[in-house]
């Protein structure tokens, strides 16, 4: 008589216990990961802090030595084929020429106490202070690079300011650069603001703080000359956001798409809802393609007072209202709204402004000023 099989029996799986050493292994974590983006920084900031003395002791050894052009072309040919020799990459002529530049650029930024042997030591360089931003070396050489393409000592001042503060890594500089970033603010701005954005950055404390002339928005790869609906340019922007929230400026959170209110058995949508962190407020976004209208502007009123009514706490301030549009009539944004009004008509870009034409621009408005 053959034997039942046997029935298998199935064990529940053990609760896993808890494991001591999570805690310890989160702090150490954290400590080892902070460890590594400091030793990093302490890296690059070593690295501009070298360059900057390797540049003074070519500036200083070209002062005794000929005052021929040529003899500073052939000594930085011969210190970079000799420095290459013994250390390898990094003192090409073209790099030694920037080092040479970056001591006579931030010279005056940037005074060096002595030691008592007359070298100046990397260790003690300390910074003045510029308005409310001290300028230490907090950047990359590359970022360096990158502003000493900048002949204007206020806009090259801007964008440093800008890139320590908004953490811009270099791609993001050369993007903000090649947009004209600089003008753009510098064109929503009287003369006194103009000179805030050299010594300070750009600081939000307004509405009209956020506002550029005009916006760009090449990245959303919208061919200008193409037929694209407001559908179009939405879904790109949201595509992109990331991007679009870098051109908007400081301080922007997304919050909705499509926003949908209902009163009086309608309804109504509101393009792009963002919060500003800095501001405290809301800025309600709706995009047009066609010419501006005082309808448009009416209703961009209705959804301003909306929000301020049912939706912001009363902590919050008031909510802006931005009007996204191909061209602006500001004439007609005048004679529609009242003075001092949330509401503002911002004009946007498929493609790089052209440099030379802001500037024209900006010089333009301040000879208007003048007047």
């Not at 099989?5 to 529940?12: D, E, F, G, L, N």
């Not at 001591?20 to 900031?45: F, H, M, N, Y």
């Not at 030591?121 to 300028?135: D, N, P, V």
Request: charged content about 30%; some cysteine.
């Amino acid at each position: 008589m053959k034997k039942p099989p046997a029935t298998r029996k199935t064990s529940t799986p053990a609760k896993a216990k808890p494991d001591g050493l999570t805690p310890l292994l989160t702090e150490v974590r954290q400590l080892v990961q902070s460890a590594r983006r400091g030793v990093s920084t302490i890296v690059d900031t070593f690295q501009v802090m070298t360059n900057f003395e390797i540049g003074r002791r070519i500036v200083e050894h070209e002062q005794k030595g000929a005052k021929r052009a040529a003899y500073g072309a052939e000594l930085l040919k011969e210190l970079s084929e000799r420095l290459t020799e013994e250390f390898g990459r990094g003192f090409s002529r073209s790099n030694l020429e920037y080092m040479r530049k970056f001591f006579l650029e931030w010279q005056k930024h940037a005074p060096i106490s002595q030691t008592a042997s007359g070298q100046s030591a990397l260790t003690e360089i300390s910074q003045t202070q510029s308005g409310k931003f001290k300028r230490p070396f907090t950047l990359s050489w590359s970022h360096y690079v990158v502003l000493m393409t900048i002949q204007d000592p206020d806009e090259r001042s801007f964008y440093e300011i800008e890139s320590a503060q908004s953490n811009w890594n270099v791609r993001e500089l050369k993007r903000q650069k090649a947009s004209c970033l600089y003008e753009r603010l510098a064109l929503s701005r009287d003369k006194e603001g103009i000179r805030k954005l050299a010594r300070e950055g750009q600081v939000v404390v307004r509405p009209e703080d956020l506002l550029k002339e005009p916006l760009v928005l090449e990245f959303l790869g919208l061919d200008d000359k193409a037929s694209y609906s407001e559908n179009d340019l939405e879904q790109a922007i949201i595509d992109r956001l990331e991007h679009f929230l870098l051109e908007l400026g400081k301080g922007f959170l997304f919050e909705a798409r499509q926003k949908r209110f209902t009163f009086d058995e309608d309804h109504y949508f509101v393009d792009l809802v963002f919060y500003n962190r800095l501001l405290r407020c809301y800025v309600i976004i709706d995009l047009k393609l066609d010419k501006l209208t005082h309808q448009d502007l009416g209703q961009m009123q209705m959804y301003v007072n909306y929000y301020d009514r049912e939706v912001k706490l009363p902590d919050e301030n008031p909510t802006i209202g931005l009007l996204l549009c191909k061209s602006a009539k500001k004439t007609v944004v005048e004679l529609t709204l009242p003075q001092g009004t949330n509401i503002h008509a911002q004009e946007y870009n498929l493609y790089l402004p052209s440099k030379e034409l802001l500037k024209q621009k900006l010089d333009e408005w301040s000879a208007a000023v003048a007047k």
